[in-house]
């Protein structure tokens, strides 16, 4: 019978932060929910260099993840590179999540699969922004009126853009989570705290705030699927940041100010429950926590929604109705309901009329 | 997937586990890897674990097959009777996108003794067909697909999975007294495809990798003489890594070990309109090849 979350899932956590000493038979396992969840380069960096001792297909497996990894840190690098003439300083260009986790040459950036690179500019910049990559050669994938109106006035990036011939996708933010959303908060304190990143001419968000924004990514962000890395993430973050003079202080209140405490009630419960990090007990107790009913509710939904299923069968239905729960939980802090339905029923019948022209088609091809 | 009883099929240079309730399927597989007995060994890990699972019964066009691997079906569905082909395109694809531990080259590879030749070619060169007649003549057959360099050791591994065959050359191959092939899938996404099945020396030497010998750049042109010219070893070096899965992925590491290639063996392009004056010819050139 299948079983969600896998049971070797705590092994598999266990793993990102030590050595495990396993026979082949677990490996193979641990290598595919790594694989599903994007954290096999991950074990590579604990396993690689280390004492132990690691069968031949094994070390090959972990060898070939770390090598996709520093590929695709190569591709931001590159990608930065040729982002670089466009920051002029007149404006800050803050980069964010992976691509900054990149510049600070953090820690948890290696065995990080980094997929896009994230730009924060100030809203009033956004237009010359976007135009400034337009003059030098990014695209943006033509998009229907309704879909340029979405992005434009009810989400908080531009559509994605990408350099012809290039794979790694640039997005455009004017803040960090949607404007009509219940967490939205103005972005222009943020900007206040940005770093510069030495030798570059981009800017990176302040500490506290890269880990509010990880909280926020990983617990605001659609279904949750297999979102198991964005908690390594604020779990990494955190052991970086912790040992820095008042971190924590800083931290709580700037969740407070920006009204991103339950995001960070979230990250830091999860990162403590399956990742051990080590967060004092008052941060924590600190924080308004959920209440007890939707603690209960989440304890079930996230583990389910975020960690890997076992691989040998399909998602199981429950993990797929937790998604789903999660992401009705996400349309309903991202909109008000007198917005969100409307744009819901849009976007299923846009897709029901999609798969129903779009099968036709591709049978007829077959027949 | 409700049996997961996976079956191994080891093919040298990796391990593939495959689950299928197909009885279809199973008899496919056991007619293209005919000598895989008992698994090859008892460790129970894979490179890749896939299963092949069948569509509802009642699809008006006809049912079909899916290629699961970890809870996820990667491709598009083929239909229910071609089990075999899916399961071998998706295998190559999987087996890509993995191995980067080594340099994998799109190439056929064959051997004399420990002296491998590597024929590098884009899709639709022939290089499928010259590698199973080099095969027919004598040569240990490495692959038709894959040159899976081990950048550790300096070598070329086996990689012994059938030989797709397609279209025209089926035919051909099939004219040969000791061709072994599988049955004719018609009308798949790259025309008919037929499984062309390596011999059982070949199977039983498929953990024993060789040494670059030779480099070849084959291209069958219908009709055109035979014209075989030395390339240098810095073009050599341009096109194995234009002829490579995840040369780029490699950065440095692939650009050394095409190197490392280019240096150790001599390289020829060879565009030839009959297949035999190109096997005459490689084994002139590998005879001559210090």
């Excluded at chain 1, 079983?3 to 899932?9: E, H, N, S």
């Excluded at chain 1, 434009?152 to 960090?176: I, K, N, Q």
């Excluded at chain 1, 080590?278 to 009913?293: D, K």
């Excluded at chain 2, 075999?84 to 993995?98: T, V, Y």
Aim: charged share 25%.
């Amino acid at each position: 019978m299948s079983q969600a979350p896998d049971p070797a899932c705590p092994l598999l956590l266990q793993g990102l932060s030590r050595p495990l000493d396993v026979d082949v038979a677990k490996w193979d396992r641990l290598l595919r929910l790594a694989r599903r969840t994007g954290l096999h380069a991950r074990l590579a960096e604990t396993h690689l260099d280390g004492d132990v001792t690691l069968a031949d297909p094994v070390r090959r497996h972990l060898l070939s993840a770390k090598r996709v990894a520093e590929f695709r840190t190569q591709m931001v690098r590159a990608e930065l590179f040729r982002l670089a003439p466009l920051c002029r300083g007149d404006f800050p260009v803050v980069v964010l999540k992976g691509g900054a986790y990149i510049l600070q040459e953090r820690r948890l950036s290696r065995g990080r699969f980094v997929s896009d690179v994230d730009l924060l500019v100030p809203q009033s910049q956004l237009r010359t922004m976007e135009e400034r990559l337009r003059q030098a050669g990014w695209q943006t994938a033509p998009l229907d009126p309704y879909d340029e109106r979405y992005y434009r006035d009810w989400s908080h990036e531009t559509p994605p853009m990408r350099f012809p011939g290039r794979t790694l996708e640039v997005d455009l933010h004017h803040a960090l989570t949607p404007v009509t959303g219940r967490l939205a908060f103005n972005p222009q304190c943020l900007f206040e705290t940005i770093r510069l990143v030495t030798g570059s001419p981009f800017h990176v968000l302040a500490p506290e705030d890269q880990v509010l924004h990880a909280c926020l990514h990983c617990f605001q962000d659609g279904d949750l699927e297999l979102r198991v890395r964005e908690v390594v993430d604020i779990d990494g973050l955190v052991r970086e940041l912790a040992p820095e003079p008042k971190f924590w202080d800083q931290l709580v209140r700037r969740a407070g100010r920006l009204g991103l405490e339950r995001p960070l009630w979230y990250g830091l419960s999860f990162a403590r429950l399956w990742l051990g990090c080590p967060i004092p007990e008052q941060v924590l107790a600190g924080l308004p926590a959920p209440s007890r009913g939707t603690t209960w509710i989440m304890d079930r939904l996230v583990p389910l929604a975020m960690l890997p299923p076992d691989p040998d069968y399909p998602e199981p239905a429950k993990v797929r109705w937790a998604r789903r729960a999660m992401l009705a939980r996400y349309h309903l802090q991202r909109m008000p309901a007198g917005m969100l339905v409307p744009h819901l029923a849009r976007k299923v019948l846009r897709r029901t009329l999609a798969r129903h022209v779009g099968s036709e088609a591709e049978e007829n091809n077959g027949a | 997937m409700p049996d997961t009883s996976y079956r191994i099929v080891d093919v040298g240079a990796a391990r593939i586990a495959v689950a299928s309730p197909l009885i279809e399927f199973h008899h496919q597989l056991n007619l293209v890897y005919p000598h895989q007995r008992d698994g090859g060994g008892d460790v129970p890990f894979a490179d890749i674990r896939v299963a092949l699972t069948p569509g509802s019964k009642l699809r008006f066009w006809g049912r079909q097959v899916r290629l699961w691997s970890e809870s996820q079906a990667p491709f598009e569905p083929y239909p229910i009777g071609s089990a075999l082909p899916l399961f071998e395109w998706g295998s190559n694809w999987l087996l890509s996108q993995r191995l980067n531990a080594y340099l994998l080259l799109h190439a056929g590879v064959v051997a004399r003794g420990d002296q491998a030749v590597i024929l590098p070619a884009q899709p639709g060169s022939g290089k499928s067909t010259l590698t199973c007649a080099l095969h027919l003549a004598g040569w240990r057959f490495f692959s038709d697909e894959f040159g899976v360099i081990d950048m550790e050791r300096g070598l070329v591994l086996p990689m012994l999975k059938p030989a797709a065959l397609k279209n025209a050359s089926i035919e051909v191959i099939r004219q040969h007294t000791n061709a072994v092939l599988g049955p004719v899938f018609s009308g798949t996404r790259k025309g008919d495809v037929a499984h062309f099945v390596p011999d059982k020396e070949s199977f039983e030497e498929r953990r024993t990798g060789a040494h670059p010998h030779m480099v070849v750049f084959p291209r069958y042109v219908a009709g055109a003489p035979l014209r075989c010219l030395p390339v240098p070893p810095t073009e050599a070096v341009m096109r194995i890594g234009l002829n490579s899965f995840n040369y780029q992925t490699l950065g440095p590491l692939g650009f050394d070990a095409a190197v490392r290639i280019a240096r150790q063996a001599r390289a020829y392009d060879l565009s030839y309109g009959d297949l035999n004056d190109a096997l005459a010819c490689i084994e002139t050139l590998f005879d001559q090849t210090p």
